[in-house]
Structures are given as C-alpha cells and as structure tokens.
C-alpha cells in the first residue's frame, strides 16, 4: 500500500507539472499575439494652441502671427505687457518681460492713453497693456496707458444706463 500512495503522488505531481507547462505555454503564445498597449502624446505648436509665452516675437519657435493669445487680437483682452522706451511718427517700442520690440502703428491701431488718443501722445517710461494684430504680430491692435478706466469705452463698467 505505501508504494501505491507513492506512486499516486507522484502522478499527482506528473499531472500537476504537465498542466502547468500546457499552462505556460498557452500564456506565453497568447501575450505573443496580444499586442501591448500604448499611450501616445503629441504636442502641437499649431494656431490653435493658446501661445505660453506671449509676446515672445517667436522666440518658442512658433512664428507670434501663428499663435493664439489667450483674448488677444482684434476685440479682446490686452494680454501683453511693458514699458514704452521710444515713440516714432508710426511706430512704439516696448520693452515686455521677453525683450525690447519695435511695433508699427496703423490707421487701425487703437491707441489709448487716458482715453482716445494718438501714438503721438504716448512718451518713453509710459507702462502699458496691449494686444497684437493677428496677421501682424510686430503691429499694435490695441494700446493701453494711464487711468484705465478713462480707457474703457462711454458707458462700459459704470453700471449706469442713459436715458434716451
């Protein structure tokens, strides 16, 4: 009796090995054909990606007249900002945090500075906010100086209404 319980184990563990082997190989062909799965990021330096640096004149290697300034461009938000360092007859040169640039200005350019006012009326040292043309970036859209609140259009912000 004691060389048949032997014998029975050991065709237990006979069993048990060629169940696992069987086992293996079965795994081991399947992760073969199963193909593995993969995470794949792109970065885009497209229009339509909001720029992260702004105002950098391309300096990330996108050209500023191809990037989006988050409320910038014709009926937005100034979101650029500096210091005047000289003034022309058609032209302000800025100083912002990414470099000095000379920016034309145009018949288009809205110019503000205490209200309406010309690029003549700004001076060196004036701080400024401001906002590019979008097919232009080296041309002022928009140009902010002095009391900002003079700078808002007639009515806006007052919380008053006229009547008429």
């Not at 950098?56 to 360092?85: F, I, W």
Request: zero cysteines; glycine letters at 14%; aromatic letters at 2%.
């Amino acid at each position: 009796m004691f060389r048949n319980t032997r014998l029975v184990k050991i065709g237990y563990a006979g069993v048990g090995l060629l169940a696992g082997g069987v086992l293996a190989t079965t795994l081991s062909a399947h992760a073969a054909t199963t193909p593995t799965p993969t995470t794949t990021t792109t970065s885009s330096s497209s229009a339509a990606a909001a720029d992260p640096n702004p105002g950098d004149n391309g300096a990330d290697g996108v050209p500023e007249a191809q990037e989006v300034h988050s409320g910038g461009g014709h009926g937005g938000g100034l979101n650029l900002s500096g210091t005047v360092t000289a003034v022309g007859t058609s032209s302000v040169t800025i100083k912002t945090a990414t470099g000095t640039t000379e920016y034309s200005v145009s018949s288009s350019s809205d110019i503000d500075k205490n209200g309406e006012a010309a690029v003549s009326n700004l001076a060196a040292g004036d701080a400024v906010t401001f906002s590019v043309d979008s097919a232009n970036a080296k041309q002022i859209d928009k140009l902010h100086a002095g009391d900002e609140a003079k700078n808002l259009p007639q009515g806006a912000g007052s919380g008053s209404t006229s009547a008429t």
